[in-house]
């Protein structure tokens, strides 16, 4: 999933740098937005597993 959100953002800037248009920009930018915080959740409230 990392790497999933990397590229989009790596595209987001070449899009950006390329002179892509603004809603396709804002629209990558928000998908990747809302990733991280699924991703954030996820680490947050998974559990460790370190009993023994």
Same mark, same amino acid.
């Given at each position: 999933m990392? &790497? &999933?959100? $990397?590229f989009? $953002? @790596? #595209? &987001?800037? %070449?899009?950006?740098?390329? *002179?892509?248009?603004?809603? $396709?920009? @804002?629209?990558?930018? #928000? *998908?990747?937005? /809302? /990733?991280?915080? *699924?991703? #954030?959740?996820?680490?947050?409230?998974?559990? %460790? *597993?370190?009993? %023994?």
């Amino acid at each position: 999933m990392d &790497i &999933i959100i $990397l590229f989009l $953002l @790596l #595209f &987001i800037g %070449l899009a950006m740098w390329r *002179g892509a248009p603004r809603w $396709l920009v @804002l629209t990558c930018w #928000f *998908g990747a937005l /809302l /990733l991280m915080i *699924g991703l #954030f959740r996820f680490h947050v409230t998974s559990s %460790l *597993g370190l009993s %023994l």
